[in-house]
């Protein structure tokens, strides 16, 4: 599976946006999908997941209630879409797929993407 995030931009606070996360391969609807942010200085950290079929999603306490993850399989995409933006939102966005353990899929994730730069300005 390969993993081409994309949608970020410079947006100001309080604004959206959303991304997504076009994979290739006809396995990508049996894994989760999850989103990661890395801000610079800091290290990479979960923001949220959504489980294959798209009917769970779990998402860290900075981003839930303003950041939503859904999935389209039929188009081997996933999305993250990201309301009422602050600063401290800024960072390199990742999605991974292919979880392993229980869920939530906060880890252990085995296909990564290339991330996609998020800016908010304040």
């Known amino acids: 599976v390969q993993l081409q995030a994309s949608g970020g931009g410079l947006v100001q606070s309080g604004g959206s946006l959303r991304l997504s996360c076009a994979a290739s391969g006809r396995t990508f609807r049996y894994y989760s999908v999850g989103w990661f942010r890395q801000a610079p200085g800091k290290e990479r950290e979960f923001v949220g997941t959504v489980a294959s079929g798209g009917h769970s999603t779990y998402y860290s306490d900075s981003v839930k209630g303003r950041f939503t993850i859904s999935r389209d399989n039929a188009k081997n995409t996933a999305y993250l879409q990201m309301n009422s933006l602050r600063s401290e939102d800024t960072a390199v966005y990742y999605c991974?797929?292919?979880?392993?353990?229980?869920?939530?899929?906060?880890?252990?994730?085995?296909?990564w993407g290339q991330g996609t730069q998020v800016t908010v300005s304040s």
């Open positions: 991974a797929a292919q979880a392993i353990g229980a869920w939530p899929h906060t880890l252990g994730y085995g296909y």
